[in-house]
């Protein structure tokens, strides 16, 4: 039992940061246009997306 539920926690925590990335990215290239900064905020990830609705 344990160890299925480690296996679920494991493939949302991948589902959780692949989407973070994704959502990131699509978020930094429609403000900024720039592929570069969509590829930098998309390492940061989910910390990107939290400062842009607090800042926005």
């Known amino acids: ?4 539920r ?3 926690v494991k ?3 991948k589902s959780g ?4 990335s994704a959502l990131a990215m699509v978020i930094s290239y429609t ?3 720039s592929i570069g900064w969509a ?6 990830s989910w910390v990107y ?3 842009y609705i607090l800042r926005y």
Do not use: D, Q
């Open 31 to 33: 403000t900024w246009h």
């Open 49 to 51: 997306v939290v400062y």
């Open 6 to 8: 480690t296996t679920i």
């Open 11 to 13: 493939k949302t925590v």
């Open 1 to 4: 039992m344990e160890e299925n």
């Open 17 to 20: 940061i692949s989407f973070g």
């Open 39 to 44: 590829i930098i905020h998309g390492l940061f």
